[in-house]
């Protein structure tokens, strides 16, 4: 029998930082590859309405609130009256984006992997159509990522500017009075965190009984004390019923999570971040014999391949953290994978960064968990008031928490609260990568004067022994 050919070796459906990742990484390993994207610049969430232009926000915003506050004067440096251009501060954002979605055309052309522009269907397990057009593949890799989870009884309006989601919160048009955040998890917070620095008056209204559910119970308290006394008022254990908008303002209607009287809260505007759902619809995954979870989710096995042969996830649309460095190193994985070789991901080492200030990040087990696994603990802590660096730097909020196995002294999870948390969380993944304790880690040499020293430190305090507290 004559062998099937195709149009494509591998074609990967959506070009976020899991699919334009596989994408290129199955170029360079030669199999002809194209990926299909319906939106008008490539990146995904990531680079278009995620990661990066909120970063960029968090980053002018800070700039803003450090001048503004007068928080440079102790530094001997004076600045006159501080007037904020918001437009300016969102073209630099618009431009930051605009690079960075340039920079994946650019390197999808240098690696030749063919962008097929518009929505992609499943007609067959390797026939998908992409816009009019039918093509079909060896491979086909789902990476079509997440979009907003909707909260029921509350209607979106991004152009309207005033009850919006995590896109229309990057792009409003003046600094509202009162921001009502619906939801304290990370975007509640990284966002919230802008426009509060920008002069908003911000509430954050979360369900639960703690924000920042998924991370370290220490670092949880410590965060929320902290955003607090930055003037977010938290209402935590509470639900928003509704939210109806009248002229220019919003009214929210919330009550006790666990029932009881409402009441409501104006603004003038609402920002609905209580998390991100699959994106799976359209995609006629019954045509490719698959099915989802009931959270609309794909199923894959350790080599990210789906229920049906030659079709894969990864990324947003697969169960586990919805984090672009996973969907990148799912990328390389699945790519590897289908070439032959061996793509593992190790997914119980996957650092996790709230960009705040100070920031938050973790790393492997939280003490929560690691208690629930069964683990005896040691545990160390020390807090950057410890830190040489982080005095002379004035940035002394957080500490550095090792959690390691009382018997075998292995590394169990890191967690750390810091201005630098986001780039020290990298040494502690890395770490535990190669299987250290928590002795290794203290018998590191650390560069003095720096905030790294802290890791060291509370690796010394694992067995009491820290030197600077
Ligand atoms: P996505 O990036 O969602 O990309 C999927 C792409 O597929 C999209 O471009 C979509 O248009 C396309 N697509 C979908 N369906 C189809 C179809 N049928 N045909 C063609 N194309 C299709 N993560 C971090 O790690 N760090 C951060 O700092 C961070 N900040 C964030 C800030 C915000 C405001 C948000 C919303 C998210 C943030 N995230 C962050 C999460 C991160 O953006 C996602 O985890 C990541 O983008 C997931 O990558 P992905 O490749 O799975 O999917
Ligand atoms: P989230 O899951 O982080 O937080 C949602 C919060 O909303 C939870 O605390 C939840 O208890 C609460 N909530 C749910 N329903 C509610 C209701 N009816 N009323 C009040 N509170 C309610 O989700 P979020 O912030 O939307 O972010 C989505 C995802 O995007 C994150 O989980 C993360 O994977 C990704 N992301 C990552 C970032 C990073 O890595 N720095 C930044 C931004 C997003």
């Given amino acids: 029998m004559a062998e099937q050919t195709f149009d494509y070796d591998v074609l990967v459906i959506g070009s976020g930082p899991g699919g334009y990742v596989a994408a290129i990484r199955a170029a360079q390993l030669g199999l002809k590859t194209a990926c299909a994207e319906s939106r008008d610049?490539?990146?995904?969430?990531?680079?278009?309405?995620?990661?990066?232009?909120?970063?960029?926000?968090?980053?002018?915003?800070?700039?803003?609130?450090?001048?503004?506050?007068?928080?440079l004067e102790k530094f001997g440096v004076k600045v006159g009256k501080t007037e904020l251009d918001l437009d300016q501060m969102m073209a630099e954002k618009t431009k930051a984006v605009g690079e960075l979605t340039g920079g994946i055309e650019y390197l999808f052309k240098k690696n030749k992997v063919t962008w097929l522009k518009g929505r992609a269907a499943f007609e067959d397990a390797h026939s998908i159509k992409v816009g009019d057009e039918t093509v079909t593949a060896q491979s086909v890799i789902i990476a079509t990522g997440s979009s907003v989870m909707p909260l029921p009884g509350v209607e979106v309006d991004n152009d309207g500017g005033i009850v919006v989601d995590s896109t229309g919160a990057l792009s409003l048009p003046k600094v509202p009075e009162?921001?009502?955040?619906?939801?304290?998890?990370?975007?509640?917070?990284?966002?919230?965190?802008?426009?509060?620095?920008?002069?908003?008056?911000?509430?954050?209204v979360e369900f639960l009984d703690q924000i920042l559910p998924g991370m370290d119970?220490?670092?949880?308290?410590?965060?929320?004390?902290?955003?607090?006394?930055?003037?977010?008022?938290?209402?935590?254990?509470?639900?928003?019923?509704?939210?109806?908008?009248?002229g220019k303002k919003a009214i929210v209607t919330v009550e006790p999570a666990k029932g009881?009287?409402?009441e409501t809260i104006e603004a003038d505007a609402v920002l609905v971040c209580i998390g991100r759902k699959p994106n799976t619809d359209g995609l006629n995954l019954e045509a490719a014999g698959l099915k989802t979870t009931e959270r609309g989710l794909i199923e894959v096995d350790e080599r990210f391949e789906t229920a049906v042969d030659d079709v894969y996830a990864i990324g947003d649309v697969v169960p586990g953290l919805m984090l672009a460095h996973r969907a990148e190193d799912e990328g390389i994985a699945v790519a590897d994978n289908i070439a032959g070789g061996t793509g593992i991901v190790n997914h119980a080492i996957?650092?996790?960064v709230v960009y705040t200030h100070p920031e938050m990040a973790g790393v492997g087990m939280t003490e929560e968990e690691a208690k629930k696994a069964g683990h005896e603990l040691?545990?160390?802590?020390?807090?950057?008031?410890?830190?040489?660096?982080?005095?002379?730097?004035?940035e002394t909020d957080g500490f550095v928490k090792i959690i390691a196995d009382k018997e075998t002294d292995r590394v169990l999870g890191v967690h750390i609260i810091s201005v630098l948390a986001g780039t020290l969380i990298a040494q502690a993944a890395q770490a535990m990568e190669f299987g250290a304790t928590s002795e290794d880690i203290a018998l590191t040499c650390h560069a003095h004067p720096t905030h790294a020293e802290a890791m060291k430190e509370a690796a010394m305090a694992v067995?009491?022994?820290p030197i600077h507290i």
């Fill in 41 to 71: 610049t490539l990146g995904g969430t990531c680079l278009n309405v995620g990661c990066i232009p909120s970063k960029a926000l968090l980053h002018a915003s800070e700039y803003f609130e450090e001048a503004a506050s007068g928080s």
């Fill in 350 to 352: 996957i650092p996790s």
């Fill in 260 to 262: 009881g009287d409402s």
């Fill in 217 to 246: 119970g220490d670092i949880r308290k410590e965060g929320a004390k902290l955003f607090k006394k930055q003037g977010i008022d938290f209402r935590t254990g509470t639900k928003v019923t509704g939210v109806t908008v009248e």
């Fill in 463 to 465: 067995r009491g022994k």
């Fill in 378 to 394: 040691a545990i160390g802590k020390f807090p950057f008031m410890g830190n040489s660096r982080a005095k002379t730097n004035r």
């Fill in 178 to 204: 009162h921001m009502v955040l619906i939801g304290g998890g990370v975007i509640g917070l990284e966002l919230g965190s802008v426009w509060r620095r920008l002069g908003a008056k911000v509430t954050c």
